[in-house]
């Protein structure tokens, strides 16, 4: 549910990721600690859908976004109706998801490379004790980046497989979709290895 950055000169695009990221947190604390208040709910889904509409996101767009929650929000209220009631329920389902969507507005109004450059900035005043243990500012920016690029990669691997069973005539099956993507997305990572090995990355 992730989206990709989208280019934009909002005044969110604009902003510090760490004045984003700050905000990320300060929300999902309040929706934790203040759990039963209405008015805190409603404050932080206010503030998200504003966002989206700021940044440049249609109606239409929004509503796409929302629609694609549809099975976390199946997943997170059909175990929860079993020991809480209806509207308990609907009450924790409704704070998670005002989360998700601020980490979505996060990741649609800043760039992957401004992330990693602010986590490699954050982490660099702890290279002596990060180098004890083999690590780096630069190769934790690194992996993280390296994951953040291989996501969609992993989704077009997906849709490749899919519209090569629909071509075949096959009906998609968990089976028969889950073990050629894993081929696959071995594969990708073995020749990531092998790029990364060639540039002196050990």
Same mark, same amino acid.
């Given at each position: 549910?992730?989206?990709?950055?989208?280019?934009?000169?909002?005044?969110?695009? #604009?902003?510090?990721?760490?004045?984003?990221?700050?905000?990320?947190?300060?929300?999902?604390?309040?929706?934790?600690?203040?759990?039963?208040?209405?008015?805190?709910?409603?404050?932080?889904?206010?503030?998200?859908?504003?966002? /989206?509409?700021?940044?440049?996101?249609?109606?239409?767009?929004? /509503? $796409?976004?929302?629609?694609?929650?549809?099975?976390?929000?199946?997943?997170?209220?059909?175990?929860?109706?079993?020991? %809480?009631?209806?509207?308990?329920?609907?009450?924790?389902?409704?704070?998670?998801?005002?989360?998700?969507?601020?980490?979505?507005?996060?990741?649609?109004?800043?760039?992957?490379?401004?992330? %990693?450059?602010?986590?490699? #900035?954050?982490?660099?005043?702890?290279?002596?004790?990060?180098?004890?243990?083999?690590?780096?500012?630069?190769?934790?920016?690194?992996?993280?980046?390296?994951?953040?690029?291989?996501?969609?990669?992993?989704?077009?691997?997906?849709?490749?497989?899919?519209? $090569?069973?629909? $071509?075949?005539?096959?009906?998609?099956?968990?089976?028969?979709?889950? %073990?050629?993507?894993?081929?696959?997305?071995?594969?990708?990572?073995?020749?990531?290895?092998?790029?990364?090995?060639?540039?002196?990355?050990?």
């Amino acid at each position: 549910m992730i989206p990709l950055y989208r280019h934009g000169t909002s005044h969110l695009h #604009r902003m510090p990721v760490g004045a984003k990221f700050l905000g990320i947190f300060v929300a999902a604390l309040a929706a934790s600690v203040f759990r039963e208040s209405l008015g805190v709910l409603l404050s932080i889904w206010t503030v998200t859908l504003l966002g /989206f509409l700021l940044s440049g996101t249609r109606v239409r767009g929004l /509503f $796409a976004q929302l629609w694609r929650l549809k099975w976390l929000v199946l997943v997170l209220t059909i175990p929860q109706l079993i020991f %809480l009631t209806p509207a308990e329920a609907g009450f924790n389902v409704a704070r998670v998801l005002a989360v998700v969507m601020l980490a979505a507005l996060f990741t649609l109004t800043t760039a992957t490379s401004d992330i %990693l450059s602010s986590v490699e #900035r954050v982490l660099r005043p702890l290279d002596p004790v990060l180098l004890r243990g083999g690590l780096s500012a630069e190769r934790i920016s690194l992996a993280l980046s390296l994951t953040i690029r291989s996501v969609p990669v992993i989704l077009s691997f997906y849709a490749d497989i899919r519209e $090569a069973q629909r $071509a075949r005539g096959m009906r998609p099956t968990p089976r028969a979709t889950v %073990l050629p993507l894993l081929v696959m997305s071995l594969r990708h990572a073995e020749e990531t290895a092998e790029a990364l090995a060639a540039r002196g990355v050990r």
